[in-house]
């Protein structure tokens, strides 16, 4: 057996109350593809942080080539040989690719950039990944992304890695693309690189990785030869022993639809979506990364407006070409990213709250209500237990929950007769999770239809009525409620099997 | 596996090169020309030995503090105290050379010097305050105006020496029939342009202003460069006065007010983008170039002289939306 | 990627202690500190005048001429408050070139085309505001960025301006007439005279501008995408539109203050805003010491108009101290300058260590 380019031994690490490793042990052998898998918040993206010295472990131990990583520095992980792809490429439009390459490490001779050499060493290293040698002296910004993803690696490669951290590298790439991340990801392993692949696709571990290691709440539920496992066994794993299932007791939904989807399409994110929401249901639109769920929602909401089919609320059809369109036809939605698209961090809770509904709250036209924000936001603060001195506060001083309370709060204002919520709970603590549910089905017990859009699986299957489960920009398979996880997550990460839709 | 995986990865595509000679810059260049050839045609006086050595020697100093406002934006940074420092420059080497006599060589390091301080102290603002520099220069242009107009005292400086004629505008500033100050302009354009493109320092220059946050995890040194690209604006400020003292005569209280606005007008103009990342000192010089032939032919039409100020507006709004349509179709495909 | 949570600053205002928290209002709500300042330069200038240090009184009456300058920067600081706040780099650099170009439409409706006074001023804040549009569409909808399309317009307004008379003023007799605009008015004791375009100029346009940016839907609007114009988007603000009307908005006050200049100077004159380092220059540095934000999305009217109020009174009296020619007018450019830079860097400590400013 090979040796291990990488060790670690009875990781441990706390964030507060929160146990995020309890005691890992993890290796990868040079020559090696090792897939990294789990579900959200199982764990992988602590572990990849300790592992590239962003962040130090509690307790255990880090070895890279027999070596112990000391101190939480990426300069130093980097200089052991670890070198981490992050999904978005972190390069410089603006400087070709050569110059990103070694930017910050130019070789020189004196101050000046020895470019015959680099130029040298640029096409050695794109060929090795299998890119046209003579992308070297073009611009970044030039490049599609996927070759910019590869670029990323080309430039992690730069510096003699002994380890590459894929972070899902194919999570924005298209099949052609991937393919080509495989065949640079296979001529690694070659060369003896070991590597460290992460991904939510489970269907492409088969094709790339020798080996996978599947984490589960902190801890590694099993580490096994890729060949001995199936698609279905993988997700089993990852999802665990499913507890009863804790969904609420709603009634069956009935009537005419609230909304209706029809032929639903915009080139290049999503294609032919049918769909019916019923008053007081909830439906999830459930993908992984890049399977186009966020661009379907943003369609919904007029945000990057769908350029095929039709959408009908309550029985009228609707033009959907700016969230005001959405908002007036009755449609409301939480974005997914709290901090760009949601919060006005150095404003009040107030602000927040009222600042879609400005016109809602005016007096004669121009005049804003002040008294009546205070009062529907007071009236927030009382209904959803936001821990706060007052409506007043700044929404950047609260918790991550807590302003994303306030978030849907804003969508709550005038009970919207659609609410399309996208992860409406990453990155919140259990209690607001537990509140923003409750809210989430208040609304919809009163007639609404709501439509979660979620990577959070046993979130969306404890919400949901129904789960719709998108795959490259199509629904490929539908849940009833009380399907398992294993099966949704199956059906998402690509077991062909039972995908033929 | 190798080859079919070099296959997928080069479809066929035009793959935009980077020249030596860019678009917009290849654009500029066709612009000069045809001005120059219509106002050849059109008046009889503006392909004259004398017109054209008037309109490089007025070119001269709005494209050397180009030369480093170029590199300030390229970093994402601006600098409009750039009239206020050649005035505070300007009225100490007018002094000096004429009370105390100092000599050529020494009038222009002090001018450099005096320079090179007052671009430090706008690029230590910038980099460690924490302040957007558009704040710090307007303020260090209010409070180096206040420097010039004390060392004035109450008099403007009258007198002046022509011991920097050798880079002033008249017979003894040519070299060749060219202005010195052109030749100078020339020399460090050229030397500024190899920097940018070759040195890695350079480079960096052009990573700190396209995203200062992933250039100082790449190791480079973002507070450094940004310093850097102020001083450097200093210094070609200094050299910038000396041409302006020139052959001497009278330096008024009010030298180099708006200054600045005409050297970001020619920078804009020559394609930097004022968001940062990119442009180049050729760019700068032609947009330059530009600027001084609109002014120069103004007159000789014999239209009112203001006139050119439109004109420059016009440029600048042409120049950048041709460049903000170039890059919505880029992002597009 | 790594979210940091920092410890919630309202958290953290809890028990904190009397200098804690004097410090931290001091930073945070820019009004009180401005009017703490305020008090201290009067105090100041008073002293000096007890101790014969000044050539003249520092005193009442003296203050009340002296608002006779702060009103076109006032004014135009509110300008640059809109447009900054509109966030993205908002700044406008042409709001001098505009007082120039609609002085001169308002010289000419007044003083040529023999226009009655009010459908001249009406004109002349008719023809800021289209001016402030053109920037407003570069900027809001054709996406230049603030600094450039103004600049632009900069030199494109001021050589209009002055093309617009060969360069020459207008000052026929009914444009000199209209200096009676800005005579000073007798208030009853103990109150000085004070010029009267501070009532019938000033003051309502910074009770409307108070009114539409901080209790109208419109302001709201302008807060929120100036904040952040992406979750603006969400929240079904018109992202563009709101920007559009901030630049509308600014030259249309730029309009009021060519009113106001033609009647000080009793003249059209073509480079009254641009003269010298022009206007805008002063007003953003005025609108930054007021406690607006470079980076959009903070700032109020109090705190410009407090700043106003100190930079005039301050230069007031440093007329006063030192009555060489020229210096009074010399060390203004000083105080300005430091004033500025160590406003700003108030503003980065208190964004720093409060996470907001008022």
């Known amino acids: 057996m090979a040796e291990a380019l990488l060790l670690l031994r ?15 042990d993890f290796d990868v052998l040079a020559g090696e593809v090792h897939a990294l898998v789990g579900e959200n918040g199982a764990g992988k993206s602590t572990l990849i942080k300790i592992v590239s010295g962003a962040e130090v472990a509690d307790e255990g131990t880090v070895e890279i080539d027999g070596i112990p990583l000391t101190g939480g520095s990426t300069q130093a992980a980097m200089e052991a040989g670890i070198a981490t792809v992050y999904q978005e490429p972190h390069l410089f439009g603006e400087l070709t690719v050569a110059e990103n390459v070694f930017l910050g490490r130019e070789l020189r001779t004196g101050g000046r950039v020895d470019w015959a050499t680099q130029r040298t060493r640029v096409g050695e290293l794109l060929t090795q990944i299998g890119l046209d040698p003579a992308i070297g002296d073009v611009r ?91 698609v279905r066994q993988v997700a089993e794993l990852m999802v665990g022993h499913e507890l009863g299932s804790a ?13 209706a989807v029809a032929g639903l399409g915009r080139t290049g994110a999503f294609a032919g979506l049918e769909l019916q929401v019923r008053p007081a249901e909830v439906v999830a639109l459930y993908g992984l990364v890049g399977s186009g769920t966020d661009a379907i929602a943003r369609a919904l909401y007029g945000v990057n407006p769908a350029d095929a089919g039709t959408v009908q609320v309550d029985g009228r059809a609707v033009r959907l070409h700016s969230p005001q369109d959405a908002a007036a036809a009755g449609i409301a939605m939480l974005p997914g990213n709290r901090k760009q698209q949601g919060v006005f961090a150095n404003k009040s809770i107030a602000f927040n709250i009222s600042s879609a509904h400005l016109r809602h ?10 008294r009546r924000e205070r009062s529907i936001a007071e009236d927030f603060l009382r209904r959803i237990s936001i821990r706060a001195p007052d409506v007043g506060t700044a929404v950047g001083a609260l918790s991550g929950g807590n302003q994303q309370k306030v978030v849907l709060a804003r969508q709550l204002v005038r009970a919207p007769r659609v609410l399309v919520l ?9 209690g607001a999770k537990e509140e923003i549910h409750r809210l989430v089905l208040e609304l919809a017990d009163g007639g609404s239809a709501v439509l979660v859009i979620s990577t959070d699986l046993p979130e969306v299957l404890q919400l949901a009525d ?36 | 596996m190798n080859a079919t995986t070099t296959a997928v ?24 020309g045809l001005l120059w050839v219509v106002l050849t045609l059109v008046t009889d006086t503006f392909l004259t030995t004398g017109n054209l050595q008037n309109i490089l020697f007025t070119v001269a100093p709005i494209a050397l503090i180009g030369i480093g406002m170029t590199a300030v934006i390229v970093t994402a940074g601006i600098d409009v105290s750039v009239g206020s420092q050649a005035a505070v420059v300007m009225v100490i080497v007018a002094l000096l050379v004429r009370d105390s006599g100092l000599p050529f060589v020494a009038a222009a390091a002090v001018a450099v010097v005096v320079g090179l301080v007052l671009g430090a102290v706008n690029g230590l603002l910038v980099a460690y305050g924490g302040i957007h520099p558009i704040i710090v220069t307007f303020g260090t242009l209010n409070i180096y105006r206040f420097v010039s107009l004390q060392i004035f005292g109450t008099e403007q400086v009258a007198g002046v ?27 460090l354009a050229a030397g500024m342009w190899c920097y940018m493109r070759y040195w890695a320092t350079g480079r960096h220059l052009y990573a700190v202003g396209g995203d200062a946050f992933a250039a100082r995890l790449a190791g480079v040194r973002v507070r450094r460069r940004q310093i850097s690209a102020y001083v450097l604006t200093g210094a070609c400020v200094g050299l910038a006065a000396c041409v302006l003292i020139g052959s001497g005569g009278l330096v008024q209280q009010n030298v180099g007010t708006g200054l600045e606005l005409r050297v970001i007008a020619a920078v804009v103009i020559g394609g930097t983008s004022i968001i940062g990342g990119r442009g180049t000192v050729l760019g700068t010089l032609l947009g330059a170039l530009l600027v001084g032939t609109v002014s120069s032919a103004v007159t000789l039409l014999s239209w009112p002289t203001e006139l050119a100020q439109l004109f420059i507006g016009l440029f600048i709004l042409v120049a950048v939306g041709v460049d903000l349509l170039r890059e919505r179709r880029r992002s597009a495909r | 990627m790594t979210e940091i949570e920092t410890v919630p600053p309202a958290e953290r205002t809890r028990g904190e202690g009397l200098a804690a928290r004097v410090l931290r209002i001091g930073l945070t709500e820019r009004v009180v500190l401005l009017a703490v300042l305020l008090v201290v330069v009067i105090v100041w200038f008073r002293v000096l005048g007890a101790g014969g240090y000044l050539v003249a009184p520092y005193d009442v009456r003296y203050l009340g001429n002296a608002l006779e300058s702060m009103v076109p920067f006032a004014l135009l600081a509110v300008a640059e408050l809109f447009v900054i706040v509109s966030g993205r780099g908002g700044i406008d650099l042409s709001v001098g070139a505009i007082v120039s170009l609609a002085g001169m439409a308002f010289g000419f409706m007044v003083g040529v085309w023999g226009w009655p006074l009010l459908p001249s001023i009406f004109g002349c804040i008719v023809v800021g505001a289209l001016l402030g549009a053109v920037n407003g569409a570069l900027v809001a909808y054709v996406r230049f960025p603030a600094l450039i399309a103004t600049l632009a317009t900069y030199y494109a307004y001021s050589s209009l301006a002055l093309i617009s008379n060969a360069n020459a003023p207008i000052s026929t007799p009914p444009v000199v007439a209209l200096h009676a605009l800005t005579r000073n008015v007798n208030l009853p004791a103990p109150l000085p005279p004070v010029p009267l375009h501070v009532f019938t100029i000033l003051l309502p346009c910074a009770v409307l501008a108070w009114v539409v940016m901080s209790r109208s839907t419109y302001g709201r609007s302008l807060y929120a995408v100036g904040t952040n114009d992406v979750a603006a988007a969400y929240a079904t603000q018109s992202v563009a539109r709101t920007r559009f009307t901030a630049f509308v908005l600014s030259g249309l006050l730029s309009g009021v203050v060519a009113v106001v200049t033609v009647g000080q100077f009793a003249s059209a004159r073509p480079d009254a805003g641009i003269v010298g380092n022009g206007m805008a220059l002063p007003a953003i540095t005025v609108a930054v010491l007021g406690g607006v934000a470079i980076q959009g999305g903070i700032g109020r009217v109090g705190g410009v108009l407090v700043a106003a109020l100190l930079v005039t009174w301050l230069n007031a009296g440093m007329l006063l101290a030192f009555p060489e020619g020229a210096e009074g007018s010399r060390y203004q450019l000083l105080a300005l300058g430091l004033v500025l830079v160590l406003s700003a860097l108030l503003n980065t400590i208190a964004l720093r260590r409060y996470g907001r400013l008022s």
């Open chain 2, 161 to 187: 020496p022509g011991t920097l004629a050798p880079i002033g505008g008249g017979a003894e500033g040519r070299l060749l029939g060219v202005p010195t100050a052109w030749w100078l302009t020339l020399v």
């Open chain 1, 466 to 501: 129904r789960v719709l489960v998108v795959r490259k920009g199509a629904v490929v398979r539908e849940f009833e409620r009380g399907a398992s996880q294993a099966d949704v997550l199956a059906a998402a990460a690509g077991d062909e099997g039972e995908a033929a839709a």
């Open chain 1, 422 to 430: 996208e992860e409406p709970t990453q990155g919140v603590d259990v």
């Open chain 1, 247 to 259: 969904t609420a007791d709603r009634p069956a939904p009935t009537g005419d639809p609230v909304l």
């Open chain 1, 140 to 230: 970044v910004a030039d490049l599609p992304v996927a070759e910019q993803q590869l670029v990323s690696i080309a430039k992690a490669f730069a510096h003699s890695a002994k380890v590459l951290i894929l972070d899902e590298p194919s999570a924005i790439l298209t099949d052609r693309e991937i393919d080509v991340l495989f065949g640079v990801v296979r001529n690694l392993r070659a060369a003896g690189v070991g590597i460290i692949y992460i991904s939510h696709r489970l269907d492409e571990l088969a094709q790339i990785s020798d080996r996978v290691t599947v984490l589960r709440d902190g801890e590694v539920v099993a580490s096994r030869p890729t060949s001995e496992l199936s």
């Open chain 1, 361 to 370: 709250l005016a007096k004669l036209g121009f005049w804003f209500d002040r």
């Open chain 2, 9 to 32: 990865a080069a479809p066929t595509r035009r793959r935009p090169r980077v020249r030596a000679i860019e678009g917009q810059e290849l654009a500029l260049i066709a612009v000069v």
């Open chain 1, 10 to 24: 009875g990781v441990q690490k706390r964030y507060g109350g929160v146990r995020a490793l309890r005691g890992v």
